[in-house]
């Protein structure tokens, strides 16, 4: 049974930081590139990171670049995300995926918010 579990969602100041992480099993984990996404209230699930399936390439949005790293722990099958000097526009419900090919995979969401 595949499971991609998120985890580390919280509030957060302006200028704060949170590491988000993401616990899977039921998948070949190394085969996979992995990815968090993120969708505030009324907008679309945008993409907001990608780590390659061997973690040696990594791509950002625009708005998060400097601020966000993802990384990846093929041993224990783990994906981070450590978001730094957050912004309210960060706040939203941050996703963890897994896709290799034909085949993706998805998290229930942890939410992120981003308030004073």
């Known amino acids: 049974q595949v499971q991609l579990v998120e985890s580390g969602g919280n509030l957060v100041r302006p200028g704060g930081s949170l590491r988000l992480s993401c616990r899977t099993s039921g998948f070949t984990f190394h085969y996979y590139d992995m990815s968090w996404y993120r969708q505030a209230p009324g907008t679309e699930r945008e993409l907001v990171a990608t780590i390659s399936s061997d973690g040696g390439s990594e791509n950002y949005i625009e708005s998060v670049k400097g601020r966000f790293t993802i990384s990846r722990d093929n041993a224990r099958r783990m994906v981070y995300l450590q978001m730094n000097s957050l912004k309210f526009e960060d706040t939203a419900v941050y996703y963890c995926?897994?896709?290799?090919?034909?085949?993706?995979?998805w998290g229930q969401g942890t939410q992120v918010t981003v308030a004073s």
């Open positions: 995926n897994a896709e290799e090919r034909v085949w993706s995979f």
